[in-house]
């Protein structure tokens, strides 16, 4: 077996750093630059981009079947600019922060411990996420191409707007499963070197979907976290 390539092995640093909290700050930082970099890349952008993506859809897959994130769908199935709702207990709800983060958190919360679990995603514009996140459960490459067209590089911010989508849907798989998660890593180190090329992606895709059942946080585990309706 030849070596990883760079892109494999950047993205490898990069997951890494976002489940070990004891990497020195200096080494959290390079990572972080070097995945912006990777994505604002035009020789690496479109590979890097798919795998982000489908880890994200990964991410999603394996969480219960009854968590709004897997119950997306636009308003309007006919128009792809339509908002994006949620299907929470047969009602309909918009794609915010008090349905996709509130329903599991106190968002009032002034205990510290509490404002604690959800303080890695305080910085996060729930709302700008959704249409990234909708694509991503449908297809990695159409969320690739909605962030940059193939063979083209991703801005600086279009780069960071990713990362905080991976931030986000980390965040709610550890809501279910704590931080030492090894289903993460195993999902990570699928997707760190999938082929996600045209003749790739669909056994990539298959692969992904699979790895989500093994990993899946399981069924029920949302109705007994749930705090609101």
Same mark, same amino acid.
């Given at each position: 077996?030849?070596?990883?390539?760079?892109?494999?092995?950047?993205?490898?640093?990069?997951?890494?750093?976002?489940?070990?909290?004891?990497?020195?700050?200096?080494?959290?930082?390079?990572?972080?630059?070097? !995945?912006?970099?990777?994505?604002? %890349?035009?020789? &690496?952008?479109?590979?890097?981009?798919?795998?982000?993506?489908?880890?994200?859809?990964?991410? !999603?897959?394996?969480?219960?079947?009854?968590?709004?994130?897997? %119950?997306?769908?636009?308003? $309007?199935? &006919?128009?792809?600019?339509? #908002?994006?709702?949620?299907?929470?207990?047969?009602?309909?709800?918009?794609?915010?922060?008090?349905?996709?983060?509130?329903?599991?958190?106190?968002?009032?919360?002034?205990?510290?411990?509490?404002?604690?679990?959800?303080?890695?995603?305080?910085?996060?514009?729930?709302?700008?996420?959704?249409?990234?996140?909708?694509?991503?459960?449908?297809?990695?490459?159409?969320?690739?191409?909605?962030?940059?067209?193939?063979?083209?590089?991703?801005?600086?911010?279009?780069?960071?707007?990713?990362?905080?989508?991976?931030?986000? @849907?980390?965040?709610?798989?550890?809501?279910?499963?704590?931080? $030492?998660?090894?289903?993460?890593? !195993?999902?990570?180190? #699928?997707?760190?070197?999938?082929?996600?090329?045209?003749?790739?992606?669909?056994?990539?895709?298959? %692969?992904?979907?699979?790895? @989500?059942? #093994?990993?899946?946080?399981?069924?029920?585990?949302?109705?007994?976290?749930?705090?609101?309706?």
């Amino acid at each position: 077996m030849g070596n990883p390539d760079h892109t494999t092995v950047t993205l490898h640093q990069y997951f890494h750093s976002l489940v070990e909290p004891l990497l020195s700050p200096q080494v959290s930082l390079q990572r972080h630059q070097s !995945i912006i970099d990777l994505l604002s %890349n035009a020789s &690496t952008a479109t590979v890097s981009l798919r795998r982000m993506s489908g880890l994200i859809m990964t991410l !999603i897959a394996s969480l219960d079947p009854d968590d709004p994130h897997r %119950n997306l769908d636009l308003a $309007d199935p &006919t128009d792809f600019t339509s #908002e994006l709702t949620i299907s929470v207990s047969g009602n309909r709800r918009p794609f915010d922060t008090t349905t996709m983060v509130g329903d599991v958190h106190n968002l009032d919360a002034n205990d510290p411990a509490e404002r604690l679990e959800f303080e890695a995603i305080a910085d996060v514009s729930v709302e700008s996420l959704s249409t990234y996140l909708f694509l991503c459960t449908i297809s990695p490459v159409q969320a690739q191409q909605w962030i940059a067209d193939d063979e083209q590089p991703a801005s600086a911010d279009e780069a960071t707007f990713v990362t905080q989508a991976l931030r986000y @849907a980390l965040h709610r798989r550890r809501v279910f499963v704590g931080n $030492d998660d090894p289903g993460t890593l !195993i999902a990570m180190y #699928e997707w760190q070197s999938a082929d996600v090329s045209a003749s790739g992606m669909t056994e990539a895709v298959a %692969n992904g979907y699979e790895i @989500a059942e #093994e990993i899946s946080v399981g069924d029920n585990v949302y109705r007994a976290r749930r705090i609101s309706d």
